[in-house]
């Protein structure tokens, strides 16, 4: 069962920055596709950014410029730097691994809260 554990989360006042982390424990990492979701109350998840094998990325409009997402295969670790961190990006923020043959896994969540 592949397990993956986030943290980083925390409280932050607006135009501050966190760094999420997201540990898994799966030897074929550096193979899998990575991404970064948030779920604010009472809305849907939303996907944030994915990082592919080889390390192209891809961002939401609304992260674009502030938030990063690199990987280390070596530490089977995916990262998201977020910088000038606003109110609306308040969220539980989930990382999600996609497999070669498809299979999803997903972390707990860690919280992010962006005061104004």
């Known amino acids: 069962q592949v397990q993956l554990v986030e943290s980083g989360g925390g409280l932050v006042q607006a135009g501050g920055s966190l760094r999420l982390s997201c540990a898994a424990s799966?030897?074929?990492?550096?193979?899998?596709?990575m991404g970064w979701y948030r779920q604010a109350p009472g809305k849907q998840r939303d996907w944030v950014a994915t990082?592919?094998?080889?390390?192209?990325?891809r961002y939401e409009d609304d992260v674009k410029g502030r938030f990063t997402i690199s990987r280390d295969d070596g530490k089977n670790t995916v990262y998201l730097q977020m910088n000038n961190l606003k109110p609306e990006d308040t969220a539980v923020y989930y990382c999600?691994?996609?497999?070669?043959?498809?299979?999803?896994?997903w972390g707990q969540g860690t919280q992010v809260t962006v005061s104004s």
């Open positions: 999600k691994l996609t497999r070669l043959n498809g299979a999803n896994y």
């Open positions: 799966l030897a074929t990492f550096s193979s899998s596709i």
């Open positions: 990082i592919l094998t080889g390390g192209n990325t």
